[in-house]
Each structure stands twice: as C-alpha cells, then as structure tokens.
C-alpha cells in the first residue's frame, strides 16, 4: 500500500470512528486506539503535505484564527418560526392549513433544541460552509469553528445531492456545561450562565481550538436545496441520518392533531431526562409539496409552527419602575426587579407593557412578585404575591409627563399606550428612528452602532437621518471609539447606501404602522415619494390591504413640514425615492383588480415567480379561493377540494402557458 493509500484509509477508519462514537453514541475501539490511528494519520500528512486535504479528521483540532467574521448571504433565507403556547392555537393553525392545501395533512413531531442556528453547505459531499443564523437574511462565516463539531461530517456517506443546505442547533449538553464550569471554577473564573449562550458565544471565538476543546454537538432538522429527491420533511430526516448526519430519534409522524398533542403530552412530561435544554415541539406539514403550497409569510413558515412547553416561574422584589420611550414616542414601562436566575439567565428587569397592565395587575413598587419568560425568552411579570404586600404600600401613578422632555403625554382612544408627542425634540425618539434608518433591513449603514447614533445626536452633529450624509471624516474621528479607519468606513457606508432601492427607504423613514410589506406595497402602488405624498386618505385605503390606522399615519406623517424638508435634503442626496427603472419596465396594470390562487407544481415557472408575475401586473396573490377569486392558476397535483370549490364559485381555472398569455 502507498503513502497515498495509506492516509487516505486512516482517514476512512476514523471518519466512521468518529461516527460510531459522536453520532451513533457506538463507539467500537478504545480511546487509546483512536488517539494512535489519529497519530499515525498526522505524522503522515505532515511528513506528505501533497495530500493535504481541509476536511482530513486531523483538521478537527482547530487551530485557524479568525479576526473578523465574513458576512456571507443565506442561499435560501432561514426563517424563524411563528410560536403557540395551547393546544388551541394549534387546532387554529390547522384550521388555517386546510383552507389552502387539499387532501390529507400528516404532520412530522421534532422536539425543539435550544442552541444556537446554524446552515451548513455541503457540495459533492464536501463540508464547505457554515453560517450563523444571524437576521435570516445574512449571517457570519464559522466554518473553521463548525469543523471542530465533531458530530458534524466532514465527508458524507451513501447517494447525497451534488449541492445543499442543512438546517441544526448548536448545543452544549448539560453533562459538557456542568463540567466546563467544574473546571472554571476551580481555576477561579466566573461560571457560565447557560448552555445555550454559551454554545452561542463559543461559535464566534477567534481561535477555532479553543472550540475544538468545548463539548458542542450539532443536531440537524432541516435539509434544504434544490432537486433533492426527498418528498417528506420526515424522508429527509432519515435521509440526513443515513448520510451521517446526527438527527434526533424522538421525531415522530402524526396524522391527527390529536397524535400531535400526544406527542406534546409524552415530552412535556420527559423532556427534562434528555441530555440537553430543549423548550418545546416544532410540528411541520410532512408533505413538501403541501409545504410549498402553504409557502411563508414575510416572517415564518405557514407550514410550521413551534409548541413551547410552560416557562418557568420564580419571584422576587419589585424595586422600581422606569419609564422607556420609543422611536414611535411610545412610552414603555419596566420593573426594575431584584437580580434573579430564571430558566439559566439573570433576570433584572422586565417588561410591564402599559398603565393598563400595571393597573391590571395592581403591581406596586416593593412588591413580591412572579417573574416567568414568555417563550422563555422576554421576561415578564405574570402576578403579584398579596400575601407579602406592606399595608402601606400605595398604588402605582402612571406618569403624565415624558421622562426625558417633560412634555405632557397623550393616549389615543382605543390604543393601550401612552405617546410622548414632541416628535422632532424628544432625544430618543430621535435616536431611535435614526437607528431604525440604517438598520439592516431598511438602509443597512454598517459602522454605525445604537451609541455611536446617540454620540453624534448628543454631540449636534445630527439631527435627524438625512443629516447622516452631510457627515466628513473628520468630524468621526474624533469620536469616542471612533479611529481612523473606522471612520472613514462609515462614510463610505452612507454613501453606499443611497443606492438602496425606493421600498426599503420607505421602510427606513420609519413612518408608524409601515413595516417592511406595507412599504414594498406602497412603493410599488405609487412608484414615487412624490406620488405618495400628494396621496389622500381616500385614494390610500384603495391600495390593497392598507387600512384607515396604516392611511392616518401616512397622511400625518407627509403633513409635517420638517419631514417634507428632510425628504427634499434626501433627494438632494441622491437617495433613492422612487422605483427603480427596471422594475418599472417589469410593471403594468393589465391583471389590476384581478384576484389570483396559485395551486399545484408547475413545469416552466416556480410559484414564487408566479407569484411575482401576479404582482408586478398589477394583481393580487390570495392564499384561498373565494367569491372574490378571479382565477386559479392550475399546476399538477391541484386538489380536488380546490377544483371543487372553484366549480362550485364559478372561477375560471387556468395553466401557466394560459396565464402566460394573460400578460403577454
């Protein structure tokens, strides 16, 4: 046998060594025999560096370092999922299903994992990629990191598709943690909190043998790509398993919610005997195509949904309560609380939303009160203890005046909180909306922190966001925690971004009520800042699905002068505030009015380009038929309830080369 041979045989051996112990918990050699293969395998490679190869099992030591991580866009965005807390929420959330896709709904039962997301892409069998979560759209390269995860395949095995993604949780078991701080504590150091920060925060260490020496595991749940040849979430679990992947065995196959709720029942019950933290069940549409017809809203699967198991509870003194305000102007109350440890983490306030529920609750300052996480992860007030409540405690006044400029307070019938109506005055209403401005998805301005925003407004240098691109570099530098480098980054970071299209700076003005869809729906409607503002109240509610609330607000917003002037400061920028001319080349009316279903597969197009061609033509893309349908634009597998009801309505059904014509 060759050197060639040789190395590549030893690496063979301890893949699948690696395997039985990390993934299967099966291990069929000794510690020692392992240690003297993996050995033998390093003064191999090293002695014929030739046969270097990234993913060798000897690479799993770590040693790269990395300063800065690379932000590397998702190929397929990683959602994150809508939450439940009753079984009822779940009978609705059927309900919802089975107004959109026909036939029989199995669903796949996966319990929750709680550590930190993470996607991995494999090419030919090849690791050759690992991205954190981040906001979904984007996250951090830690691939050098991800590698030291020894139940993360380096190779693959059996019949995998040339290129995918694949969804886990990177976790800390409870045995690994315990012992982690075991060690920290004799050597003096301060304990970790949790598994779950912990396993986080070990993602972005520079130095990728310092996570080699951490206990992570990595727990996949999700394959996604293109042609995979997979037909069932369920399928593709196995799938990954055989592929050498380590998928959790308690998933399950239901098909009644019934069988779901029992799943539910089972590990609520024995979820604290599993060997790391886990704070719920994730209940998914089995079938793909099922899932596919379902598709997302602009935040979350409709297809998914996630159970979370009862939070835990504690109590503890109420010392305080302070006042927060907004970039809204909306005043936030928050419990000011004696420091105690809920669910893993340090709890020192939390949030008690508005005067009605603090009058609700008749919480007072002193009070003994319960403290749970809602979805175990925002901490809040649930009761008051009355039984350890001073006789001379006396009720909680809610504030008349803005805590930071004094101005008095309004509150808008039917509305649930208080506003501080110094809109162009108020400091952190104008931080915040600056920094909603050059968030990520409205002008996303990197280099340019939550402080670092007040720094520059505390200091005159803005005022509000158009100011931002009248800013030097030398006016940076001399900034605390400003270098140069830095600073000249963070201009060229303005610049960049007047190039952002028109519907994300609609986004970004932070007009109230406008979130991210209702701004790509007016942009696309108006095509202009200009248009939109000598919009009426009468002609906005016309727009589909902008209501009276969403209409006020956009009218009050333009009738403010100081904002028509920073609009103006804006286009004189170059700031993009109107449709790209490409799009608008895309763009007609000829299926305005026009109420379309899309159903099934389809052979030349995608749905989400169907969907696409709907809207860019002016019409609309409806997740049910009704009498309001128009059309239905037919794939192969459309349900025979669809085609039913479509009967019934009297809706025409068309293929995709008939809608082809429609907008030719």
């Known amino acids: 046998m060759d050197i060639k041979e040789q190395i590549l045989t030893l690496r063979n051996e301890l893949d699948q060594h690696n395997y039985n112990y990390y993934v299967l918990d099966r291990p069929t050699i000794s510690d020692f025999e392992f240690d003297s293969k993996m050995k033998q395998l390093k003064d191999l490679e090293e002695a014929n560096p030739e046969f270097f190869d990234s993913n060798s099992p000897t690479q799993r030591v770590g040693g790269a370092i990395t300063k800065n991580f690379e932000t590397v866009v998702h190929s397929h965005r990683m959602y994150s999922l809508d939450n439940s807390y009753s079984k009822e929420d779940l009978l609705d959330w059927e309900n919802r299903i089975k107004k959109i896709v026909d036939g029989k709904v199995q669903y796949t039962c996966e319990l929750k994992y709680d550590g930190a997301s993470i996607s991995i892409t494999y090419q030919d069998g090849h690791l050759v990629r690992a991205v954190t979560r981040g906001d979904g759209f984007q996250g951090d390269d830690v691939t050098a990191n991800i590698k030291t995860v020894r139940s993360v395949p380096l190779k693959l095995k059996g019949d995998f598709p040339p290129l995918f993604d694949i969804r886990g949780e990177i976790i800390l078991p409870f045995d690994g943690f315990d012992k982690m701080n075991e060690e920290r504590i004799e050597i003096g150091e301060e304990p970790y909190r949790n598994p779950r920060n912990t396993a986080s925060g070990s993602l972005k260490l520079q130095d990728s043998s310092e996570v080699a020496k951490r206990p992570l595991q990595c727990l996949l749940y999700n394959i996604t790509g293109k042609n995979l040849g ?25 098909d009644s919610m019934e069988a779901v709720f029992d799943f539910i029942d089972h590990w609520n ?4 005997d599993l060997p790391y933290e886990t704070d719920g069940v994730v209940v998914k549409v089995n079938d793909l195509r099922q899932q596919e017809e379902l598709g997302y809203t602009a935040k979350s699967p409709r297809w998914a949904m996630a159970y979370k198991f009862k939070a835990e509870q504690v109590s503890t003194r109420l010392n305080s309560i302070t006042y927060q305000v907004g970039r809204t102007g909306a005043i936030t109350p928050v419990a000011n609380l004696e420091p105690v440890n809920l669910a893993g983490t340090i709890v020192k306030r939390a949030s008690l939303h508005n005067a009605d529920q603090i009058e609700k609750l008749d919480i007072r300052v002193g009070d003994e009160v319960f403290v749970e996480k809602g979805g175990e992860i925002i901490p809040k007030i649930i009761a008051v203890d009355l039984s350890k409540r001073d006789q001379n405690s006396k009720p909680t006044q809610y504030i008349t005046h803005c805590p930071e400029c004094e101005t008095q307070l309004v509150r808008v019938e039917g509305e649930a909180q208080h ?19 050059i968030s990520r998805k409205a002008m996303d301005i990197e280099g340019l922190g939550g402080e670092t925003v007040a720094l520059l407004v505390n200091v005159g240098l803005v005022e509000n966001y158009s100011d931002l691109y009248q800013l030097q570099k030398e ?4 900034l605390e925690r400003m270098a140069e480098k830095s600073s000249e980054n963070l201009v060229l970071s ?31 409607h108006y095509k202009s800042i200009e248009a939109l503002q000598k919009a009426t109240m009468l002609n906005l509610v016309t727009v589909d699905e902008i209501g009276v609330k969403i209409a006020e607000s956009v009218v009050e917003f333009f009738a403010s002068e100081k904002n028509r002037n920073i609009i103006e400061r804006l286009k004189s920028f170059g700031v993009q505030l109107e449709l790209d001319s490409k799009l608008l080349a895309n763009q007609t009316d000829k299926l305005k009015g026009k109420v379309f279903v899309v159903s099934g597969v389809f052979e030349s197009l995608s749905r989400d380009e169907l969907k696409k061609l709907i809207e860019e033509n002016g019409g609309k893309v409806s997740g049910s038929i009704s009498s309001k349908t128009n059309f239905i634009v037919a794939g192969e597998n459309m349900g025979p309830s669809k085609k039913e009801k479509a009967d019934l309505l009297g809706v025409p059904i068309i293929d995709e080369n008939k809608f082809k014509e429609l907008i030719k």
């Open 230 to 254: 997979i037909a069932t979430q369920y399928e593709g679990l196995e799938k990954a398993r055989q592929w050498g992947f380590k998928v959790p065995t308690a998933a399950q196959l239901a």
């Open 269 to 272: 019950l024995h979820r604290h």
């Open 419 to 437: 506003y501080c109506p110094n809109y162009n005055a108020c400091k952190p209403q104008i931080i915040g909306r600056i920094q909603h401005f």
């Open 475 to 478: 006016q940076i530098v001399p």
């Open 494 to 524: 303005i610049e960049a971004s007047k190039k952002v299209p028109f519907e994300r700076v609609l986004f970004a003005l932070g007009i109230r009520y406008v979130g991210e869809t209702v701004a790509k729906k007016l942009a696309r």
